[in-house]
């Protein structure tokens, strides 16, 4: 076989005699799947090839692979294939035979083994068949070789699939990619099948960037890839919160000509949710009833979901209104949120209206039910309800949990009730329910707010030395109980000991520090983490981003923006706003318009805000030839506020002294009757 190596790794070769089998070890270390060119005469040998990649194991471990000359080279010097083969699958019997190939301990004896079918008297099919029953990698690798080099079967995709399923189990990435290489070489092109098992083992291992450079590769290749690809995709860019590659991969799917179906769209609700695209999510269930995809509660719920995780509660009405009017049933989710809605726009009666009702249309309230309730009564100064409904929790067996417990924490806290909210905190742990972070920084606010500075303190170090977790709700709520006692000097100690974090992860350091504001820190901190390479969360990134351009560090913008570019992350819409931003103060409006290009061409979805800020850029340089075609573009993009791209547009040239093309602009505005909206 020709050498097949992967890029990535540094093989290290030693050769032994055909005389001396390899032993048949436990697997400790991955193998490239590759073989050794011979010189002059070929020869059949063994091969022991080392190489260190990232795996679940790390000692040697040893591959059965025979090496020859070349791929082609052995296959011509091999007798000619018979013609009208008559095969003898029926007569041997798989169960013995893969019996017989599991005792088999090295390459020799599994040739040994299979020598009497050496001239092909079996089928592919069954050779195949053969191949995917066996489960053991290098066992499939040495069949594989036996089946290509020894039998000289014509070399088979479905054959390389079921041994690159095996070895990807086996999570021997190189190996995989071997196999892949392999193939080509052999003229062989991979099908949809090869791709996705690429794809999907490469995403599970979290390994995101190589799953998504198999796709580019199948998508270069024009194998056209199925839905469940393409959702599994999303689901796992979802997971890892990178929204804009989500966003990305769907735009390939419909590009690709597939129907999402009501999973994939659920899933991009979802996703346009979570990364502030909320006109795009209910466009999309506009184009679910469009494809004869109906919106289910799913559907619904998820957009509620996204309207009240930032606070536009009455958008979260408006869609409840409508799940109403095109009578899709209620679920416990949705009547949850919707409690939680009523509440946050002062309508307690109408949330306790719906959680007595509840029951009535056959949905029984869980702990989040009664939580959310019993939060709503806090909140509407509603304190004998909710201490009532607290305790008739108790009296008839209904769960609670450590969120029940820190909401009458904090009722007591806004009664002032210092002593009853600390007695809970015993109560909890007497009925076995462990306080939590936010338990204590409650408790510490309630503590501060009386003026009781050193039990605050006290139970702050003692937290520290204890097993709890620390997180930054905590650390915040003991930074400002410090400052508004005017301890300030303990404050600046707390935050000087962030930037040597021993008891919690750097992560969440540098976002407390960020969160305070605290930019020289939070600076420090981030460096340190980016270079020893302990970013893993996307969030952080963003959250520098926003402290820097809230101080108008926009250099420094740009250079969390290149980190996190260099990382594999792709930025969302309010990350891209704040880089655009930044280029354009700091004159760099080239770099701007390849930012804003090239997240398009990724498939990312910006919000109207995004592109208005780029006709400002262009038109603050008055590069009039770049603000005509773009302002054009949006113009006939029906999902484009208009009134506001007229706006924006008339002040660029009215700017400019062009007064004409200003007035030309608003007159846009009168006819198509958008003075009034």
């Known amino acids: 076989m020709s050498p097949l190596s992967s890029p990535q790794a540094n093989a290290s070769y030693a050769t032994a005699s055909s005389f001396y089998p390899l032993p048949f070890s436990p697997l400790t270390k991955t193998h490239i799947h590759t073989a050794v060119p011979s010189t002059g005469k070929p020869k059949t040998h063994f091969a022991l090839l080392t190489v260190s990649v990232h795996s679940s194991s790390s000692s040697t471990k040893d591959v059965w692979r025979r090496t020859q000359t070349s791929l082609y080279s052995s296959s011509h010097k091999h007798p000619g294939r018979r013609q009208g083969p008559v095969y003898l699958d029926h007569r041997v019997d798989m169960d013995e035979l893969l019996a017989s190939i599991s005792q088999t301990q090295n390459e020799e004896e599994l040739y040994s083994l299979l020598s009497q079918y050496k001239n092909r008297q079996l089928s592919i099919r069954f050779m195949v068949s053969l191949l995917s029953r066996e489960t053991d990698w290098q066992r499939s690798l ?146 679910m009833s469009d494809n004869d995809v109906m919106p289910d509660t799913v559907s619904y719920s998820t957009l509620l979901t996204m309207y009240v995780e930032n606070h536009n509660f009455l958008e979260a009405l408006s869609v409840f209104s409508e799940m109403k009017e095109v009578k899709c049933p209620l679920d416990l989710t949705t009547c949850n949120i919707m409690i939680n809605v009523y509440g946050q726009l002062d309508m307690a009666k109408e949330a306790d209206r719906l959680f007595w009702s509840m029951r009535k249309i056959g949905i029984e309230p869980n702990v989040v039910s009664y939580n959310t309730i019993l939060r709503v009564y806090g909140e509407a100064e509603l304190f004998g309800e909710a201490i009532q409904l607290f305790r008739l929790m108790q009296k008839k067996d209904i769960e609670q949990n450590v969120i029940t417990y820190n909401t009458m924490i904090k009722i007591y806290g806004i009664t002032l009730e210092h002593e009853k909210a600390t007695n809970l905190v015993q109560e909890m742990q007497n009925r076995g329910i462990e306080p939590n972070a936010i338990t204590y920084s409650t408790i510490i606010s309630i503590w501060g707010k009386a003026g009781k500075f050193d039990r605050a303190a006290k139970l702050f170090q003692k937290l520290r030395s204890s097993a709890v977790e620390i997180d930054n709700v905590l650390y915040q709520t003991m930074i400002v109980a410090y400052e508004k006692a005017g301890l300030v000097g303990h404050a600046k100690r707390l935050l000087h000991e962030l930037k040597q974090p021993d008891n919690i992860p750097r992560e969440t350091a540098i976002s407390i520090l960020a969160g305070a504001g605290r930019i020289e820190e939070a600076t420090w901190v981030f460096r340190q983490a980016v270079d020893a390479g302990e970013l893993k969360d996307i969030s952080v990134f963003g959250c520098m981003i926003d402290l820097y351009s809230r101080n108008k560090k926009h250099a420094n913008v740009i250079e969390v923006f290149e980190k996190m570019r260099s990382a594999g992350y792709y930025p969302d819409s309010n990350v ?28 990312c979805i910006f919000p109207d805000e995004v592109h208005f800020l ?64």
């Open 576 to 603: 891209i706003a704040l880089v655009l931003n930044a280029y354009g103060k700091l004159r760099e409006i080239e770099k701007a318009d390849a930012v804003y290009k090239e997240m398009q061409e990724e498939g």
């Open 614 to 677: 780029m006709l400002s850029l262009y038109g603050a340089r008055k590069d009039f030839q770049m603000v005509a075609p773009l302002f054009e573009k949006l113009d006939s993009d029906p999902n484009i506020n208009k009134k506001e791209l007229y706006l924006v547009v008339a002040s660029i040239y009215e700017k400019a002294n062009r007064l004409n093309d200003a007035s030309q602009i608003m007159n846009r505005i009168k006819e198509r009757g958008l003075s009034k909206s």
């Open 142 to 287: 040495a069949l594989l070789d036996w089946i290509n080099e020894e039998a000289m079967y014509s070399p088979s995709v479905v054959a390389y699939n079921v041994v690159m399923r095996n070895v990807l189990r086996a999570k021997q990435w190189e190996l995989a990619h071997g196999l892949f290489e392999e193939m080509r070489q052999r003229a062989l092109a991979p099908d949809r099948y090869t791709y996705s098992t690429l794809i999907t083992y490469f995403g599970k291992e979290g390994m995101f960037d190589s799953a998504l450079s198999w796709l580019q590769k199948m998508e270069q290749d024009r194998v056209s890839g199925d839905l469940v690809l393409y959702c599994n995709l999303i689901e796992l860019a979802r997971k890892l919160h990178d929204y804009s590659k989500a966003i990305s991969i769907f735009s390939r799917l419909k590009r690709s000509g597939i129907l999402p179906d009501l999973v994939a769209y659920n899933s991009m609700i979802n996703v346009f949710g979570k990364a502030k695209l909320f006109r795009e999510a209910r466009l999309l269930v506009k184009e």
